[in-house]
């Protein structure tokens, strides 16, 4: 199973609501990513977990909370989000420890619409 | 600091024509170099990878890539085009600074061209 799955594939939300994306792999991958893609724009990393602990935050605001509750699940709380931060959010996993080299798996995405 | 530059931000093919994508890369030392696609609606899906084992590199789908020092050059290629390879590409090089990261180029689109 190759498999990362994502949910909710479209979320719209209110600049004061408070939303969470889920992000789930059993390839028994130890680092799992977001990313944020606009349209026509390649993907920007945001988080990296490596062993179920931060290992990198690319300066993303506050707004944006990640979790990584265990090995297989990645969330991404929301909230008090601005127009601008519409866009697709994709998850990855990866086997070890994030480096550039491991093959990433990407999930299908949460198209994401901030009114 | 390592980064990639993609030739052509739309490129069309009729079917069964030669797929050429171009990517060049700056980097200051060997670098990593990565080819993504993207269907319609889909996450991304790793085509290739150079990691300086050889300069010839052969992929998923029929795609290769091949790496030249002396051009800065990781161009991706297939011998011919199939309807289902109209998607986005990007071409990517990892980032060595104090971590590790993948840094995208910013995309070529497919078309094919019945």
């Known amino acids: 199973d190759t498999e990362v799955t994502q949910t909710p594939k479209h979320l719209v939300m209110g600049m004061t609501n408070k939303k969470s994306l889920k992000c789930e792999q059993h390839m028994g991958h130890r680092a799992m990513y977001w990313y944020k893609q606009k349209a026509k724009k390649p993907p920007e990393l945001m988080f990296v977990y490596s062993y179920e602990k931060l290992s990198i935050n690319e300066s993303v605001p506050s707004r944006f909370s990640p979790e990584c509750p265990n090995s297989s699940l990645l969330n991404l709380h929301l909230h008090a989000l601005q127009p601008e931060d519409s866009a697709l959010y994709l998850c990855?996993?990866?086997?070890?420890?994030?480096?550039?080299?491991?093959?990433?798996?990407f999930g299908p995405g949460t198209r994401l619409l901030v009114l | 600091a390592q980064s990639v530059t993609q030739l052509g931000s739309h490129v069309s093919v009729s079917e069964g024509a030669l797929v050429l994508l171009r990517c060049n890369y700056s980097s200051s030392v060997p670098p990593y170099l990565f080819w993504y696609v993207q269907y319609p609606n889909q996450g991304l899906q790793l085509l290739l990878k150079?990691?300086?084992?050889?300069?010839l590199v052969k992929g998923i789908n029929g795609f290769e890539a091949e790496f030249k020092k002396s051009e800065t050059s990781f161009h991706l290629t297939k011998p011919s085009a199939h309807m289902s390879d109209a998607a986005e590409y990007f071409c990517?090089?990892?980032?060595?600074?104090?971590?590790?990261?993948?840094?995208f180029g910013p995309g070529t689109s497919l078309s094919v061209i019945p």
């Open positions: 990855a996993s990866s086997q070890g420890t994030g480096t550039a080299l491991e093959t990433q798996y």
């Open positions: 990517a090089v990892n980032r060595k600074t104090s971590y590790d990261k993948v840094i």
């Open positions: 150079y990691t300086s084992a050889a300069t």
